[in-house]
């Protein structure tokens, strides 16, 4: 089962991809994960990309692309993936369809998690990312067993830079001129499925989880 979840940042993106990966046996792919690695790596990709996402601005096109195409032809993505965080554009939604023709398939649903903007400023401002394993706390939605540390893995819990405010704001101006396009490219075939991403983790994910089957 191939998976694309669409939806503003903060919107519950990687939350439910974990969740669903769980279920399902199928890997999570993040662009935002895999960027945020190459930059504390400081590979050339990291090094080319920290600016853009330094300043919520969008990394181009083609370094994402580049990342999916050959993210998804590796093997554990042989029964299928989540796409959290790609496409963001229409470049990238066309190129995928592009990758998949090409490798014989396609996506089997697009979930587009839609919240209102005060939910998304309060996810936000009190997320909390792992350093070692990227899972996600919320500091009053979803807090870990103990300040500071992750439930998973132990590791140190951070605020990512770009979830500060004057980011922050920046990031839903971009998303919100690129959504539209996204929206009605996979709007027109059944399997684009919107889901109201404001209710609890819980509720969202039995609604998610009802349309995807399980
Ligand atoms: P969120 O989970 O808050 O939506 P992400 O972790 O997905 O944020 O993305 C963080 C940053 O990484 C983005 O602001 C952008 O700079 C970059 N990024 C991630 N995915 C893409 C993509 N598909 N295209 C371009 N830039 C991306
Ligand atoms: P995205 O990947 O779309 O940017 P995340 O999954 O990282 O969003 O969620 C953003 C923040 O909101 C995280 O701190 C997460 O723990 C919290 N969160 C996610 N979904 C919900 C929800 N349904 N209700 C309350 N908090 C949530
Ligand atoms: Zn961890």
Known sequence: MKII?????????GTQAK???????????????????AVKDQTEMGKRAKSFM?????????VVIGI????ITEPDCSKGYILDGFPRTLIQAEALTEALTALGGDIDFVIDLKADAETLSRRL????????CGQMFHVEFNPSKIDG???KCGGELYQRDDDKEETVLKRFEVYDTQARALESYYSTSGRYKPVDGNASMEDVSQKVLDILGG
Not at 28 to 37: C, H, M, N, V
Not at 125 to 132: D, I
Request: a positive charge; one cysteine or more.
């Open 19 to 37: 969740i669903i990966t769980g279920k399902f046996a199928i890997p999570q792919i993040s662009t935002g994960d895999i960027l945020r690695k």
């Open 125 to 132: 401002s009190g997320r909390r990312v792992c350093r070692e």
């Open 5 to 13: 979840l669409l939806g503003p940042p903060g919107a519950g993106k």
């Open 54 to 62: 330094d300043s919520g601005g969008l990394v181009p096109d083609e």
């Open 149 to 151: 540390k992750c439930d």
């Open 68 to 71: 999916i195409n050959e993210r």
